[in-house]
């Protein structure tokens, strides 16, 4: 009964779609920017899109752009990454990230308060 930072993750075929959502509870989203990161084992976590706290403006990394789509209800305290056209190198854990800066890719900018949820993409 443990609400999930970010939810939404699970098993799909390559060329498949999932939905990600980020709520973080007891927090209000609406005051940072957020962003979406991914980590595979063995790897460092890694950059996948940050969207500005009004939506305006949106950043993505070259691997997932076109295919990604990065979006955010402030009302609902929500943040989700669409993900389309999933290959086999998008299989990570990810993450949601919130900073009080926008335009930075690091994760060291960014605060982490969710366990992750687990993508897995099968060829």
């Known amino acids: 009964q443990v609400q999930r930072v970010e939810s939404g993750g699970g098993l799909v075929q390559a060329g498949g779609s999932l939905r990600l959502s980020c709520a973080a509870s007891g927090r209000t989203l609406r005051r940072y920017v957020v962003a979406w990161f991914r980590q595979a084992p063995g790897k460092e976590r890694e950059f996948v899109a940050a969207i500005s706290r009004s939506s305006i403006t949106i950043y993505y990394a070259d691997s997932v752009k076109g295919r990604f789509i990065i979006s955010r209800d402030n009302s609902k305290n929500m943040v989700y990454l669409q993900m389309n056209s999933l290959k086999t190198e998008d299989t990570a854990v990810y993450y949601c990230?919130?900073?009080?800066?926008?335009?930075?890719?690091?994760?060291?900018?960014?605060?982490?308060w969710g366990q992750g949820t687990q993508v897995t993409v099968a060829s």
């Open positions: 990230g919130a900073s009080e800066r926008l335009g930075t890719r690091s994760s060291y900018e960014y605060e982490f």
